[in-house]
């Protein structure tokens, strides 16, 4: 039973970054985070990037199994995806990527 990543990258507009830091650590990681989905997450800003239409993150977040990743997918995803979405648009654009964790330390 491999742990699965589940990396949600987000470039936000220069004007909107300090309300989408705000939102997603006292909003939205809480809210995926209480789905009992995922046993860990990092917020992570990308380095050495092209930064002139905006400031480019990462969120990681770390299911213990596929089916814990399917169920948060299935039943959860959508309509917080649709929370992100609604507040802000295409001032904040993401894309998705699914990894399975190989190894780790510990």
């Not at 939102?23 to 990037?49: A, P, Q, W």
């Amino acid at each position: 039973m491999a742990k699965q990543l589940y990396n949600v990258t987000v470039l936000v507009i220069h004007e909107k970054v300090d309300e989408w830091k705000e939102y997603m650590i006292n909003n939205h990681i809480l809210d995926v985070m209480n789905t009992g989905c995922f046993e860990s997450f990092k917020l992570n800003r990308l380095k050495f990037v092209d930064e002139k239409d905006g400031l480019s993150f990462a969120v990681q977040y770390v299911a213990l199994s596929e089916a814990k990743l399917q169920e948060y997918m299935g039943q959860h995803a959508p309509a917080l995806q649709k929370d992100h979405t609604d507040k802000f648009g295409e001032s904040a654009l993401a894309f998705r990527t699914i990894m399975e964790i190989l190894h780790e330390s510990k």
